[in-house]
């Protein structure tokens, strides 16, 4: 007899005060974040989570479907981890910006559940613990690099991507006021 197995579920808990590359996906890949307004609203959140000390950002990238983060968790933000908030919050203003501009692009992240209506954020996010140097700038390298994947074509060098970290670390070109030096952690 030949059973189905479950998928395997991603690694997507964190430890506080530990630095994680970590990755949030669209529901089922949608590009939502392929418009500057919804890529505003990620990067708010970050600056929020950052002022209020309950993360320290190392690095990230908003892809049109995904995020990638180095970040470390500081603290609680009340009950939730720092990145549950994040998902959360960003999830309550993609429905309210949607809502209020376009609802029919609220369609494809309709979902048929009992506590909610929508879905914004893929399940299981990734988290990958950054234990040392050299994986610590692989991540970065990878994260810094993605918008110039073949598929993506977002811009021809990374300093050049708005939505990211690269200029930060290659230019000390400091646009976001919630970062931090990945290079003095290890």
């Known amino acids: 007899m030949n059973k189905i197995l479950p998928s395997p579920r991603r690694n997507s808990y964190m430890e506080m005060e ?11 890949w949608n590009k939502l974040l392929l418009d500057d307004t919804y890529k505003k609203i ?4 970050l600056c929020y989570l950052s002022e209020k000390n309950l993360v320290d950002i190392f690095a990230f990238v908003v892809m049109p479907n995904h995020v990638h983060f180095i970040w470390r968790l500081n603290k609680m933000n009340g009950k939730q981890r720092p990145h549950h908030s994040f998902l959360k919050h960003t ?9 209020c501009e376009n609802p029919a692009r609220l369609l494809p992240f309709m979902v048929n ?10 399940r299981d996010s990734l988290a990958i613990q950054l234990y ?25 060098d990374p300093c050049s991507y708005k939505y990211s970290s690269a200029s930060f670390y290659e230019h000390n070109k ?6 931090k030096d990945l290079r003095g952690e290890f």
């Open 91 to 99: 999830a309550q203003e993609f429905k309210h910006k949607l809502t």
């Open 42 to 45: 990620v990067i708010n959140s």
């Open 113 to 122: 559940t009992a506590n909610k209506k929508y879905q914004f954020w893929k």
């Open 174 to 179: 400091k646009q976001f006021s919630f970062l």
């Open 132 to 156: 040392n140097r050299q994986i610590a700038y692989q991540k970065l390298d990878y994260l810094h690099n993605n918008p110039l994947a073949g598929r993506w074509q977002l811009a021809a």
């Open 18 to 28: 530990e630095i994680y590359f970590w990755t949030a996906t669209i529901h089922q």
